[in-house]
Each structure stands twice: as structure tokens, then as C-alpha cells.
């Protein structure tokens, strides 16, 4: 991974600069800080994939990225998964969820953010009633609660 910032590039992964001999980047102390942030945080896909499964009752995920295991959907998101996955034969087997903040072709539900309450995130599906509760692990694939969540449901 590579950043350009014009005058030259970064690697990301050993922090090594080329400034393509250029004396007045080297010597920008602001500039130096705005790599380092760059480099110091990690860069998020704009797609994520995850797995969800039937568990004892309501749809969970494991991630092992992120530290998560039969995370359950909770408090209205059952409820939107079935919904979205009811002309998948064997969902509850497991199927494949793709999510963004940004639209992508084929994209199924928009949702949308509603209000944050202890910590998680509602969200309501456009077009549709109901509204489902998201909850603090959202943040483990997003810096802040995004105000639109595109989700698309496929067989595995």
C-alpha cells in the first residue's frame, strides 16, 4: 500500500519515504504529522464480509479480524435479516452479508441511522418499517456509526 502525496510516496507497511528529492517536503513538520496519522491508523475496505448464521435463536457472526465470536443481531435485526435473506434456500446455514457505507452495485437495503442508545446504533431499513438496534461492535468496522449502511444478502 502506497500513499501519493504529489511529490513523492509512502510504503505504509515499512514507512519508508521517497520525496523525489525534494528539500521543502523534508523539512514540512505538518506534513510529517499527516503521514504519521496516515501510516498509524489502518485503512478499512470500503466492502466488508461477514458470515451470519443461525444460533440458538437469532442470527451471530463470528470475525476473527475483529476479536468477535456468535456475535448476535439483536433488538429488530433478526427481524430485517429474515426479511432480506427469505429467497435464500438455507440461509440459516450461513450466507454471505456484504456491507459499505457507500453504495455498490446490487446493493439489496439501505438503511438508515436513526439515534445512538447505550453505546449502539439504530437504524431503519428505507422504504420499510421496523427499525434495528446495531450495537457497539459496529465500531469495529467503522471509525463513527456512518449514516447510511448498504447491505446485500447472498447464498454461500
Not at 476473527?64 to 433478526?78: H, I, K, T, W
Request: hydrophobic fraction near 35%; include cysteine; charged fraction near 25%.
Amino acid at each position: 500500500k502506497y500513499l501519493f502525496t504529489g511529490w513523492g510516496k509512502i510504503h505504509c507497511e515499512t514507512k519508508q519515504y521517497d520525496w523525489d528529492h525534494s528539500p521543502q517536503i523534508r523539512a514540512t513538520d505538518e506534513l510529517a504529522v499527516v503521514i504519521d496519522e496516515f501510516i498509524g491508523r489502518e485503512m478499512g475496505n470500503i466492502l466488508t464480509v461477514i458470515t451470519p448464521y443461525w444460533y440458538q435463536g437469532t442470527w451471530v457472526f463470528d470475525d476473527e479480524s475483529v476479536g468477535l465470536n456468535r456475535e448476535p443481531f439483536v433488538a429488530g435485526v433478526p427481524e430485517m435479516i429474515d426479511d432480506l435473506v427469505k429467497d435464500i434456500p438455507g440461509a440459516r446455514s450461513g450466507f454471505r452479508l456484504i456491507f459499505s457505507s457507500a453504495p455498490f452495485p446490487g446493493y439489496q437495503r439501505e438503511l438508515e441511522w436513526v439515534k445512538e442508545e447505550y453505546g449502539g446504533h439504530w437504524y431503519r431499513v428505507t422504504d420499510k418499517s421496523g427499525e434495528g438496534w446495531l450495537c457497539p461492535a459496529l465500531l469495529r468496522y467503522f471509525e463513527t456509526a456512518p449514516d447510511k449502511i448498504y447491505v446485500k444478502a447472498e447464498q454461500l
